[in-house]
């Protein structure tokens, strides 16, 4: 799963990694390290490849209310091609998602430590994802999932799935008849591409948004009555 994220570079240093059009100063959203489900966030679309404003939480063109959205944050890699709410984008509406880091928990769930995951080469993450658009509610988008890395699985049972370079073409070619081979894409990052240290349980409450909540710890912090209450919901995707 994949329920909280970190896009804290600037979208003029995201436009150069991505090769894509600049973003307007004035849409630009604020650099926010702690990306919550419904928030709105920087997605990467193709022809021509340019960098877009849209809300997290897939909500399909025949949705009757908003908050179907909260419910599909995530898009499972194995079912993406025909589950009801995400084929249809998947067939012509695919995207990256630009991260600096997710985070994880680990442990015991009423001691559950965030972690902050990322890059070791200090790159951005180019997340697999899906939009949609809706006629009332908008542009909106899900991240999708997949099986562990080994490494991984250590902290998870599920990761985004990561596309380097060489695969961002591959991804955004939509339109595709039979885009199975695009579900190949949809695999665990390498052994040796992530990197993970705890970081403070701040980043359980969605209001926390600052550069601190990726500073490393030195040891787990203890739990407190306000972490139980703030804990981030579990998402299945």
């Known amino acids: 799963?994949?329920?909280?994220?970190?896009?804290?570079?600037?979208?003029?240093?995201?436009?150069?990694?991505?090769?894509?059009?600049?973003?307007?100063?004035?849409?630009?959203?604020?650099?926010?390290?702690?990306?919550?489900?419904?928030?709105?966030?920087?997605?990467?679309l193709d022809e021509p490849r340019r960098l877009e404003v849209m809300r997290w939480g897939l909500i399909p063109a025949w949705a009757k209310d908003a908050r179907?959205?909260?419910?599909?944050i995530n898009a499972r890699a194995e079912t993406v091609a025909d589950k009801p709410a995400f084929r249809a984008a998947f067939r012509a509406r695919r995207c990256l998602v630009p991260a600096d880091g997710f985070y994880e928990w680990m442990g015991p769930r009423n001691r559950r430590q965030p972690l902050y995951i990322h890059r070791a080469d200090g790159h951005p993450l180019a997340l697999a994802?899906?939009?949609?658009?809706?006629?009332?509610?908008?542009?909106?988008?899900?991240?999708?999932?997949?099986?562990p890395s080994t490494w991984m699985s250590a902290v998870h049972s599920r990761m985004p799935a990561i596309l380097e370079?060489?695969?961002?073409?591959?991804?955004?070619?939509?339109?595709?008849?039979?885009?199975?081979?695009?579900?190949?894409?949809?695999?665990?990052?390498?052994?040796?591409?992530?990197?993970?240290?705890?970081?403070?349980?701040e980043v359980n409450a969605v209001a926390g948004s600052g550069p601190e909540l990726i500073q490393p710890i030195a040891a787990?912090?203890?739990?407190?009555?306000?972490?139980?209450?703030?804990q981030p919901p579990l998402f299945g995707g």
Request: charged share 20%; aromatic share 10%.
């Open 68 to 72: 179907f959205g909260a419910r599909t």
């Open 1 to 44: 799963m994949c329920a909280r994220y970190s896009r804290h570079s600037d979208p003029q240093v995201l436009a150069d990694f991505f090769r894509s059009a600049p973003l307007e100063p004035a849409v630009a959203p604020l650099p926010n390290f702690n990306v919550a489900p419904t928030q709105q966030s920087l997605v990467v």
């Open 129 to 147: 994802g899906l939009w949609e658009w809706h006629a009332e509610f908008g542009r909106s988008f899900t991240i999708i999932t997949t099986a």
């Open 165 to 201: 370079p060489d695969d961002w073409d591959a991804w955004l070619s939509a339109g595709d008849d039979d885009p199975g081979w695009q579900a190949a894409l949809l695999r665990p990052a390498a052994e040796d591409v992530l990197r993970r240290h705890p970081v403070s349980r």
């Open 220 to 230: 787990p912090e203890p739990q407190t009555s306000h972490d139980r209450e703030s």
